[in-house]
């Protein structure tokens, strides 16, 4: 009896080695086609900004739309705001997943990362920038990373400000709206 238990035993165990490490890659390595999974929203390009995030294309009715709108403060800041359609901001924390008009805008100056934003206003401090002219740039990102796009271009706006000798003198522009 003992002898037929131990058998069954050592087959089971078997088995269970044999099955368990069948979906187990060789190497370990992940296709990289297997980095961006995929969504029901949209379609993921090879496009990508200089950041090298993906573009995730959506039809250009009901797609995530920005305005910006930066002037100077009294204190020789800039306050930035930003205007929406068909977007809303995501929790920090939310699950790496593109979810129909969710993520966050994340705030260039001259095409230098400054700040991700959850909340559609943002203050860069007096003296961030130099005398001339910079290009202020927010960008539109679902949460899995991806840059939201219509007809190949990333959903986007600019503004272009002058920043001036520290007299607390400043000038704007503003692009047109969404």
Same mark, same amino acid.
């Given at each position: 009896?003992?002898? $037929?238990?131990?058998? /069954?035993? @050592?087959? #089971? +165990?078997?088995?269970?080695? =044999?099955?368990?490490?069948?979906?187990?890659?060789?190497?370990?390595?992940?296709?990289?086609?297997?980095?961006?999974?995929?969504?029901?929203?949209?379609?993921?390009?090879?496009?990508?900004?200089?950041?090298?995030?993906?573009?995730?294309?959506?039809?250009?009715?009901?797609?995530?739309?920005?305005?910006?709108?930066?002037?100077?403060?009294?204190?020789?800041?800039?306050?930035?705001?930003?205007?929406?359609?068909?977007?809303?901001? $995501?929790?920090?924390? /939310?699950? @790496?997943? #593109? +979810?129909?008009?969710?993520? =966050?805008a994340r705030l260039y100056v001259d095409e230098?990362?400054?700040?991700?934003?959850?909340?559609?206003?943002?203050?860069?401090?007096?003296?961030?920038?130099?005398?001339?002219?910079?290009?202020?740039?927010v960008r539109l990102y679902a949460d899995?990373?991806?840059?939201?796009?219509?007809?190949?271009?990333?959903?986007?706006?600019?503004?272009?400000?002058?920043?001036?000798?520290?007299?607390?003198?400043?000038?704007?522009?503003?692009? $047109?709206?969404?």
């Open positions: 009896m003992s002898w $037929s238990r131990g058998a /069954v035993a @050592a087959l #089971a +165990v078997s088995v269970l080695l =044999l099955t368990g490490s069948a979906g187990c890659g060789s190497d370990g390595a992940q296709d990289p086609g297997d980095l961006l999974s995929p969504s029901p929203v949209g379609k993921v390009l090879a496009d990508t900004d200089l950041d090298g995030r993906h573009y995730r294309e959506v039809d250009a009715k009901g797609a995530p739309a920005v305005g910006l709108e930066v002037q100077p403060d009294a204190d020789g800041g800039w306050d930035v705001r930003l205007k929406l359609a068909n977007f809303r901001f $995501s929790p920090d924390g /939310v699950k @790496a997943r #593109a +979810v129909t008009g969710r993520g =966050l230098r990362a400054v700040a991700d934003l959850r909340t559609p206003s943002y203050r860069i401090p007096a003296g961030y920038l130099p005398h001339g002219t910079h290009q202020v740039t899995d990373g991806t840059v939201w796009a219509v007809d190949g271009e990333a959903v986007e706006s600019t503004a272009d400000i002058t920043a001036s000798e520290p007299s607390g003198e400043a000038t704007w522009s503003s692009p $047109s709206e969404p």
